[in-house]
């Protein structure tokens, strides 16, 4: 009890003062993500990367506004959207104005409408969201609100991107489309078969099915049908151990096309295909760092790896993420008014660390970048993941993915 | 056709796997009348073994020195845990096997991590034997076949046809009698845990490369051994084998076959709703076979105890 009223009183005096006076030397970030659980490696994963980009790509600049430094301070949602929501508040009742979060398309819809009905009913207390990760297409769409930006290419636009690259194969002929049964597997399986109905009506989708998430024991009876159905290709969603338990059952049952997917990559993943994976798996991320696009990636990379040997960069967009942050407070002249960074952050265009070009696009807040196909070898890799002899490594890139695609978002602006 | 046949391999592999960790749980369900809720665990516990055996001796080393690890481990805690929990009656025992079924998972994800470790079936067996169509067997699976039946057979042998086998069935009827008769029930008692357990383990070595082995391993398998024992009946071997096979080919063909829902309702003679999205049964007329395929064991489970609550070999009720 006397904790609380402590804190209560802490909160109460800090916004009596004024964050802008009590917050002058340190830019907070609330990184709100799973740090416990069994989501948990990806969510520690995440947050070194973003402290190590604050620590790299900021702070050691020399900050913001001539001299303020970042600081990323984590909260774990224990992957719940009704844990996420109190620690959002937590954070905002602790001053901090930028909220991250990535994992999960659920939390992020939670997050984004608690955002935006804070911000409605606190114009002097506001801040913003940083979607570094989740990808449902919504979220840019209908979804939308001012508040929220998103530095991961959606579904839909990986999807594009994907289908783009396989339709440039004359001898794909079938296609196999299998994932998880929730809301993003379901979202995978339409982009896929309604991009490649438009790209290449003479493929055959050959099967569009879902498993159930999680509870699939033996993975052996669908990679039997996915091999007797003849198909040239796979197209998954899958994460986690559906993931690894698939793949290596489709490549055991004899299949030796390509396996296209969102997610195969580090986490204990690439070390367990190994040799296995080797021609079958491939990956539609961002920033490929096989072959690095110049010395300033590779160093950064050979930091981090040096630095956390135990993770990767699997997610290279949070370097983006905290890149182009800095450069809208800069901008703005300011890091406590969040709409003036806001309004920075729209339309900025940026030179990525991994090369090419970062546009955040102002009528939905989507990031417009290159998005990458990259294939799992042991093979012209400098950059290995899960401390194993294999890593991604890039096979082609689509400049600037879904740049005209359409958004439904019609945002409120203040 | 090609793949009814490729489909039994399958469901054959799968069910002689369910079978080497039921056939341990039956045993010691049916000798201490409760539920070891542990048991899946030490089958993960064999799978991590024989991984970090298998990094510095390879493959065959591990093959044998886990389940012993396993089950070792297994008859220390009968002998210095739940032997201790037993005089308090049935419901501390299966408290105590839950809480170790909590404790093991937190112990591999402490020395092990979260995430799935790199643990493959050996060189020599990686490679297809022989195809069905385009559908390759892996020697592997072979492999797994071939220890399962053995297994089952020296079970078979040493619990019908041996002295220890004898005392052991006495022992899970008559304790009383069997102590009165000289021989030292309690050891009795912590030896077929230490085998059940080592048997888990054993399923573990050789289902890890097969499955994944990572910290869900356990209970992704956990409720299904279960089911499996409960169907067979508790305390028989022959009961548990039919029961592993009946649910292994059950699953595996469910999993295999995109039967709809709305087929079959419409070859019984139902009509299809033209307005799906409104109509109040959508959920049922959109399902599919392999969407059901998880939930027949327990839908089988159910019919069971209503028609014959002892199992389909079991003697006395459950």
């Known amino acids: 009890m006397i904790k609380k009223t402590k804190l209560g009183m802490a909160t109460a005096l800090a916004f009596s003062l004024g964050a802008s006076v009590?917050?002058?030397?340190?830019?907070?970030?609330?990184?709100?993500?799973?740090?416990?659980?069994?989501?948990?490696?990806?969510?520690?994963?995440?947050?070194?990367?973003?402290?190590?980009?604050?620590?790299?790509?900021?702070?050691?600049?020399?900050?913001?506004?001539?001299?303020?430094?970042?600081?990323?301070?984590?909260?774990?949602?224990k992957m719940s959207p009704k844990e996420s929501l109190i620690q959002v508040q937590v954070a905002i009742d602790q001053g901090i104005r930028y909220i991250a979060q990535g994992n999960s398309s659920g939390i992020a819809h939670a997050i984004t409408d608690a955002v935006n009905k804070h911000n409605r009913r606190n114009p002097d207390d506001r801040v913003l969201f940083l979607n570094y990760a989740a990808v449902d297409p919504a979220l840019t769409n209908d979804a939308c609100n001012f508040w929220h930006f998103r530095f991961d290419a959606n579904a839909d636009i990986k999807m594009d991107a994907l289908t783009d690259v396989m339709s440039e194969d004359e001898n794909l002929k079938k296609v196999y489309v299998i994932g998880q049964d929730y809301s993003f597997g379901k979202s995978v399986a339409a982009a896929a078969v309604g991009n490649l109905e438009k790209k290449?009506?003479?493929?055959?989708?050959?099967?569009?099915?879902?498993?159930?998430?999680?509870?699939?024991?033996?993975?052996?009876?669908?990679?039997?049908?996915?091999?007797?159905?003849?198909?040239?290709?796979?197209?998954?969603?899958?994460?986690?151990?559906?993931?690894?338990?698939?793949?290596?059952?489709?490549?055991?049952?004899?299949?030796?096309?390509?396996?296209?997917?969102?997610?195969?990559?580090?986490?204990?993943?690439?070390?367990?295909?190994?040799?296995?994976?080797?021609?079958?798996?491939?990956?539609?991320?961002?920033?490929?760092?096989?072959?690095?696009?110049?010395d300033r990636t590779a160093a950064y990379v050979e930091g981090f790896e040096a630095k956390y040997p135990d993770h990767d960069i699997t997610q290279p967009r949070i370097a983006n993420t905290i890149e182009m942050l800095a450069k809208a407070i800069n901008e703005a002249g300011t890091a406590t008014d969040v709409v003036k960074v806001a309004q920075a952050l729209e339309g900025m265009e940026h030179d990525s660390i991994w090369g090419g070009k970062l546009y955040m696009r102002p009528e939905d807040h989507q990031i417009i970048q290159n998005v990458d196909i990259q294939e799992h070898t042991s093979e012209g890799i400098q950059f290995f993941m899960d401390a194993s002899d294999w890593g991604m490594k890039l096979v082609s890139e689509v400049e600037m993915a879904g740049m005209d695609s359409p958004t439904t978002c019609k945002m409120k602006r203040p | 056709m090609?793949?009814?046949?490729?489909?039994?391999?399958?469901?054959?592999?799968?069910?002689?796997?369910?079978?080497?960790?039921?056939?341990?749980?039956?045993?010691?369900?049916?000798?201490?009348?409760?539920?070891?809720?542990?048991?899946?665990?030490?089958?993960?516990?064999?799978?991590?073994?024989?991984?970090?055996?298998?990094?510095?001796?390879?493959?065959?080393?591990?093959?044998?020195?886990?389940?012993?690890?396993?089950?070792?481990?297994?008859?220390?805690?009968?002998?210095?845990?739940?032997?201790?929990?037993?005089?308090?009656?049935?419901?501390?025992?299966?408290?105590?096997?839950?809480?170790?079924?909590?404790?093991?998972?937190?112990?591999?994800?402490?020395?092990?991590?979260?995430?799935?470790?790199?643990?493959?079936?050996?060189e020599v067996l990686q490679f297809a034997l022989f195809s069905i169509g385009t559908n390759e067997i892996q020697a592997y699976k072979v492999f797994m076949i071939a220890i399962s039946v053995l297994i089952f057979l020296c079970l078979l042998y040493v619990l019908t046809k041996t002295r220890v086998g004898m005392i052991i069935q006495a022992a899970l009827s008559y304790p009383r009698t069997v102590e009165a008769l000289g021989h030292n029930v309690p050891f009795i008692f912590m030896g077929v845990f230490g085998v059940g357990t080592a048997l888990a383990g054993l399923?573990?070595?050789?289902?890890?490369?097969?499955?994944?082995?990572?910290?869900?391993?356990?209970?992704?398998?956990?409720?299904?051994?279960?089911?499996?024992?409960?169907?067979?009946?508790?305390?028989?071997?022959?009961?548990?084998?039919?029961?592993?096979?009946?649910?292994?080919?059950?699953?595996?063909?469910?999993?295999?076959?995109?039967?709809?829902?709305?087929?079959?309702?419409?070859?019984?003679?139902?009509?299809?709703?033209?307005?799906?999205?409104?109509?109040?049964?959508?959920?049922?007329?959109?399902?599919?076979?392999?969407?059901?395929?998880?939930?027949?064991?327990?839908?089988?489970?159910?019919?069971?105890?209503?028609f014959r609550p002892y199992g389909l070999f079991g003697k006395r009720d459950a």
């Open chain 2, 2 to 122: 090609e793949l009814v046949l490729v489909i039994l391999i399958d469901g054959l592999v799968y069910g002689l796997l369910l079978f080497m960790l039921s056939s341990g749980l039956t045993l010691i369900f049916s000798m201490m009348g409760v539920l070891n809720f542990a048991h899946a665990s030490f089958y993960m516990l064999g799978a991590y073994f024989a991984y970090q055996i298998s990094r510095y001796m390879g493959f065959w080393p591990g093959l044998i020195l886990a389940p012993i690890i396993v089950g070792i481990a297994g008859a220390a805690i009968e002998r210095f845990g739940l032997r201790k929990v037993h005089q308090y009656g049935h419901v501390p025992e299966l408290i105590f096997t839950f809480g170790l079924a909590l404790l093991i998972e937190e112990i591999v994800q402490f020395f092990w991590g979260k995430n799935q470790v790199p643990y493959d079936a050996p």
């Open chain 1, 200 to 294: 290449r009506p003479d493929v055959e989708i050959v099967g569009n099915e879902l498993h159930p998430i999680g509870k699939v024991k033996d993975f052996t009876p669908y990679a039997r049908k996915i091999v007797s159905s003849g198909a040239d290709a796979v197209i998954t969603g899958n994460w986690g151990a559906d993931m690894v338990g698939l793949g290596k059952a489709i490549i055991d049952a004899g299949f030796d096309g390509p396996i296209y997917t969102y997610y195969a990559a580090s986490n204990g993943i690439t070390r367990t295909f190994g040799e296995q994976g080797t021609g079958h798996i491939y990956l539609v991320s961002e920033g490929a760092v096989n072959p690095p696009a110049s």
């Open chain 1, 22 to 77: 009590a917050f002058a030397d340190t830019v907070k970030i609330a990184f709100v993500d799973p740090l416990s659980g069994p989501f948990s490696p990806t969510g520690t994963n995440g947050y070194a990367e973003f402290q190590y980009a604050a620590e790299k790509l900021v702070n050691e600049q020399g900050g913001v506004l001539g001299g303020d430094m970042f600081e990323i301070v984590g909260f774990d949602n």
């Open chain 2, 203 to 306: 399923a573990g070595v050789i289902a890890g490369p097969q499955l994944g082995t990572f910290p869900g391993m356990a209970f992704l398998l956990g409720s299904i051994v279960f089911v499996t024992i409960v169907i067979g009946g508790l305390g028989s071997l022959w009961g548990a084998l039919v029961a592993s096979l009946l649910i292994g080919w059950m699953t595996t063909f469910a999993a295999s076959y995109n039967v709809a829902m709305a087929d079959i309702l419409m070859a019984v003679g139902f009509e299809m709703p033209e307005e799906m999205s409104e109509h109040a049964l959508r959920d049922i007329w959109t399902l599919t076979l392999p969407q059901i395929g998880p939930i027949l064991p327990y839908l089988l489970m159910v019919v069971i105890l209503v």
